[in-house]
């Protein structure tokens, strides 16, 4: 069962919206029903899935009807047709108080220029959905300051809407849909006002929540960089059809069509890829069965001066270089006490980003170590340019194009 | 230009004198007793009230929405009401605006939260309020004196007329300057229509509403001296015995008190408007 489920919702503003309909579901596009009809498109027969706990991003420039499908979820607009499910419950046929009652239940949401009440203070304004519920002033009160707390704002329940900096305003708006507990967080590009720095303060505030409370999230967004950071599936939206949906790594690999790979032509991979996706496996030396010897042929073998080793379980134990190998064989030290151990070591899932500036300065590869310190593999310089140029290797043609 | 001769005058007295007034005028009749006595009543209190008292309670309430120049001003004002002896006509004209501005709020805001709602409804309404606010006051005094009589009645239904539409107007644009993401918060969070009125549109509108309730204001005082002319008692009955005794002293002393008392209601009901913003 899917939290949200949305099944070829379409919403043709205008005049004679049936007419619009019927045109489009004869196969004629936007810009002809508009020179035909004087309807305008504004979202054409999009469905999809957001399950329970997920972050679920529609990405799409502006115009791109993603506003209005987020609204036609809890009805602010309504339908020209088509289907929305919150827990198989069907919103597009509910009567005026069931749909009162499911936004009051269900769904909550956070607005692009925040939407606060300027009348009330900010208790006033996290508290107002709990207010219209007719919930004990007490209650009221204590679940508003719960969530305002949640959202970093204690200290700042007396002041107006109209004293606080917009960040500090975006946090109120969160906090207003959080007060009311609903399962569903319905966010319009609830960063896009705000500026780099505290986008990025909030967006990982919203992981933070959302990884504690387990909401799910809808989120919409202009911006392919948040797109990317925060959904674990993303559509994204091109003249009121959703063109693809998926995962980050599913768009970013294999996009869709040529919109999609436009698109995605210009994002930051830095950001996007993780270590896991750059590594490759080493040619390894296992200490228990090799000596010196044996790492020094094996150099040979493939023309290096250096030899990653790992012991039985292929726990990783450090850098033998030639050097240190003709030493370790002359002078009879034990293998063990000649490695290097100042290699800079990495989790799989560390961003690229997070490796660049490492990269230019250690002299040897990075290793990327499990959580049981096993060997996954190494990262060297070339694969990181390569991947911030390329991605993965197969997603090759796609850049050049 | 006159191809024809359109009777307009004939069959409006036509229409008025044999229909209209025979059908309606027991209802107009309920209407002057209730608003006459509204009005008597209003006037008895204020008349009640020591000049000494009222100044008082008027001083602290000008002290308190304006400050203390508006205070001062308020005091000096009164003072020139009583030692020029138009304490009672003050009080009168007072009443008359008080009842008016009241008649026209109790319907004026309704109708603008009406037609804020809806755009069919504020298609009638606007054109309605342009007809109220251009067609010549005399115009409609004839028939306020046929309906109502002469008097205090005939005042407030004239004066109403020519009042209501600032409230109606300013409250309906408050309503629809309400920014729509607030309106659209308030009903994702599951207003009703009721408490997405009560409790966002009309305390987002206050500012506005109480910029219309001043012009209300204004508009009643200006028409006190018209309204004189149907045998509205008050300052403006001062001024038009001065106009036909050409007392050009009485005159100014009318005329002054209408402005003390204009410049006292405006700004105590732009401090209102202003502490709700």
């Known amino acids: 069962m899917s939290k949200i489920s949305v099944s070829q919702i379409t919403k043709v503003f205008g005049q004679n919206p049936k007419q619009g309909l019927e045109r489009l579901n004869q196969g004629y596009s936007k810009d002809e029903i508009l020179a035909d009809t004087g309807n305008t498109v504004g979202v054409n027969q999009a469905s999809f899935n957001v399950e329970e706990g997920e972050i679920f991003v529609i990405m799409g420039l502006s115009g791109s009807g993603k506003s209005t499908l987020i609204r036609l979820v809890n009805r602010l607009i309504e339908p020209t047709s088509g289907q929305v499910y919150i827990d198989d419950e069907e919103i597009t046929n509910m009567n005026k108080e069931d749909l009162i009652e499911a936004r009051r239940q269900k769904l909550g949401m956070v607005f692009q220029n925040f939407g606060l009440f300027p009348h009330r203070t900010v208790i006033g304004n996290v508290a107002y959905g709990l207010e219209i ?84 999230v809808l989120f919409i967004t202009h911006d392919l960089d948040e797109a990317l950071k925060l959904g674990d599936r993303i559509a994204i939206m091109k003249d009121g059809q959703i063109v693809q949906v998926g995962s980050s790594e599913e768009i970013l690999e294999n996009p869709a069509n040529d919109y999609v790979s436009n698109f995605v032509k210009d994002v930051d991979r830095s950001k996007v890829l993780d270590a896991s996706q750059v590594m490759r496996r080493p040619e390894v030396l296992t200490t228990y069965k090799n000596g010196p010897r044996t790492a020094v042929r094996k150099m040979e073998e493939f023309g290096a001066s250096s030899i990653f080793v790992v012991d039985r379980d292929e726990r990783f134990q450090g850098l033998l270089t030639i050097d240190d190998a003709i030493r370790s064989h002359k002078e009879d030290i034990p293998m063990e006490d000649v490695l290097k151990q100042d290699i800079h070591k990495t989790t799989p899932d560390t961003p690229l980003n997070d490796l660049i500036g490492i990269a230019v300065e250690t002299k040897y590869p990075i290793v990327v170590l499990d959580e049981d310190n096993k060997l996954l593999g190494i990262i060297s310089r070339v694969s990181i340019l390569s991947g911030l140029v390329l991605g993965k290797e197969h997603d090759e043609e796609v850049t050049e194009a | ?57 008027l001083v602290l309430i000008a002290w308190r929405l304006g400050g203390k120049g508006l205070a001062f001003f308020t005091l000096i004002g009164m003072l020139y009401l009583g030692s020029v002896d138009i304490w009672e006509e003050s009080m009168n004209t007072l009443s008359i605006v008080i009842v008016s501005t009241f008649v026209s709020l109790v319907i004026g805001i309704p109708v603008g939260i009406f037609s804020a709602m809806n755009n069919k409804i504020q298609a009638v309404v606007r054109p309605t309020l342009d007809f109220m606010q251009t067609l010549p006051s005399f115009v409609y005094l004839i028939p306020a004196v046929l309906l109502f009589g002469l008097g205090g009645v005939s005042a407030v239904i004239a ?24 309106i659209e918060a308030s009903k994702a969070f599951g207003s009703t229509s009721k408490q997405l009125l009560f409790k966002v549109q009309l305390p987002l509108a206050v500012p506005s509403i109480m910029a219309g309730v001043n012009q209300t204001i204004m508009l009643s005082l200006s028409m006190a001296v018209i309204a004189s002319m149907i045998g509205a008692p008050g300052l403006g009955a001062t001024v038009l015995t001065s106009i036909s005794r050409v007392n050009i002293g009485l005159g100014l002393v009318g005329g002054l008190g209408i402005v003390v008392l204009a410049i006292i209601l405006d700004r105590i009901t732009q401090g209102i408007g202003q502490n709700t913003k």
């Open chain 2, 159 to 182: 004066t109403f007329i020519f009042a209501a539409p600032p409230a109606v107007r300013m409250t309906n644009l408050g309503i629809r300057h309400v920014p729509k993401e607030v």
């Open chain 1, 133 to 216: 519920q007719g919930v004990e002033k007490e209650e009221q009160i204590e679940k508003a300051k719960q969530s305002i707390v949640d959202v970093g704002l204690n200290g700042y329940e007396n002041s107006y809407p109209s004293e606080l900096s917009g960040g500090m305003q975006q946090r109120v708006g969160l906090a207003r849909a959080l007060a009311n507990d609903t399962d569903i967080l319905l966010m319009d590009e609830a960063f896009s006002a705000l500026d780099p720095l505290i986008r990025k303060d909030m967006q990982d505030e919203l992981l933070r929540l959302q990884k504690r409370l387990g909401k799910t």
């Open chain 2, 1 to 57: 230009m006159n191809y024809f001769y359109f009777p307009l005058e004939q069959w409006t007295n036509t229409f008025v004198n044999e229909w209209f007034l025979p059908t309606f005028s027991s209802a107009f009749e309920s209407i002057s007793v209730v608003l006459n006595s509204f009005v008597d009543f209003v006037t008895n209190t204020l008349l009640f009230i020591p000049a000494e008292l009222f100044t008082l309670i």
